[in-house]
């Protein structure tokens, strides 16, 4: 079986345990990248991955393939397209490019759910029917990168004034902004059915910005909000994959933020296959090669678990982190029966630039105990023994 998997570039989140995954299946493994140098240990091609027809050209001249696939959140539609173009089970192209564009999200889930969405286009003057409270967002944005909360028409002109100086001539969306618990929905479908795996609950830092600070898990969402998510996704023509839905529960009933058609990321795959105690990376990468989702059950899901993100409160050097060999990456270490993991995203020495996006994080902490108040004492325990240092 040969995997053909696209990626933007070395990141965990675009691979993450599918590399491992693909090992512990015996696939042989080709990376289609256009950062060639950073997967060591695989063969690598060097490809313009946003372009479909390079990646269809590059695999017929290779390799026959078994499944391609992906888990950026730039490339679904042309990874799907690919798949398709060699007859390979995949997601459908059209469902990929609807997720990824926040505009046409809005305007797809209009049969589902109301939501007032106003698209701002390049050159464009600012329209009166703008909902405020809004928040501000590219149509095609991730990691929070600016999105941001606007109270009035000044704020609104500061907001798209300030983001077209960093994306000239991108689509923005300014919507109604949405109060209310937010939470996840983690699905993962063959291609018959959709399973439900489970959700996490979505700590926010202070508005007006929208950096997420910590997952709880939280598999049992409020009532009807897994019915509205899963027929939300539906209407989407989301069904094939994996794939992490963020929505709110507001006093009118759940509303989703936006469709992730990919794994949930910043550790949180991990995390969820932890919880759930399946092989989470091979059981997506298997449905890609047209096999069934083995049979599982929510109800053997036990414990608490979360991602807690250890993030920059200014910009500056990074003086000092936790030593490496505590609670490492590949291993974890056991707080009163509280396994922790921590993964540094910066260097000692590093200079770091205050975005309030997710791009803060200088490390992310993934925490699996028995319940709640155990996880949060371990929690506690690393950050305060182990602390980040800005200078």
């Known amino acids: 079986m040969r995997l053909y998997l696209t990626s933007l570039n070395p990141t965990d989140s675009v691979t993450g345990g599918f590399l491992p995954a693909a090992e512990a299946l015996g696939w042989d493994v080709t990376i289609l990248t256009d950062h060639p140098g950073g997967y060591p240990g695989f063969e690598t091609i060097d490809t313009d991955v946003r372009d479909v027809r390079a990646v269809i050209d590059t695999i017929a001249r290779h390799h026959a393939p078994g499944a391609v696939f992906s888990n950026s959140d730039h490339i679904q539609a042309e990874t799907a397209l690919a798949a398709a173009y060699f007859g390979l089970p995949g997601k459908d192209w059209r469902a990929c490019v609807t997720a990824k564009n926040k505009a046409l999200t809005r305007h797809r889930l209009t049969p589902v759910e109301t939501v007032r969405s106003v698209r701002l286009t390049p050159g464009g003057g600012l329209p009166d029917a703008v909902p405020y409270p809004a928040v501000v967002k590219p149509a095609t944005g991730v990691a929070s990168e600016d999105v941001v909360l606007v109270r009035d028409a000044e704020e609104l002109a500061d907001a798209v004034a300030g ?162 060999g505590e609670c490492p990456w590949d291993g974890p270490c056991e707080h009163d029966g509280v396994r922790l993991w921590h993964r540094p995203l910066r260097r000692v020495g590093e200079r770091v630039e205050l975005t309030r996006t997710n791009r803060d994080y200088l490390g992310l902490l993934r925490a699996v105990g028995p319940d709640r108040t155990s996880v949060d004492a371990a929690v506690a325990s690393f950050r305060g023994g182990r602390p980040w240092v800005i200078a």
């Open 163 to 324: 983001i077209r100086t960093r994306r000239p001539g991108e689509v923005l969306v300014a919507e109604e902004y949405l109060d209310g618990p937010l939470h996840t929905l983690e699905t993962l479908g063959d291609g018959r059915t959709t399973t439900v795996l489970g959700g996490f609950r979505t700590t926010l830092g202070p508005l007006p910005h929208f950096v997420e600070e910590r997952l709880d898990w939280d598999p049992e969402p409020p009532p009807g909000a897994r019915e509205h998510v899963l027929a939300a996704l539906a209407a989407l023509g989301v069904g094939f994959g994996a794939c992490h839905t963020e929505y709110v529960v507001t006093r009118d009933g759940p509303r989703i933020i936006e469709v992730n058609y990919r794994v949930i990321g910043d550790n949180c795959d991990f995390l969820l296959a932890d919880l759930i105690g399946v092989p989470l990376f091979e059981w997506t990468l298997r449905v890609h090669a047209g096999e069934p989702l083995p049979e599982w059950s929510e109800a053997t899901v036990a414990g608490h678990g979360a991602v807690v993100s250890l993030i920059a409160d200014r910009s500056g050097v990074v003086a000092a982190a936790p030593p490496t």
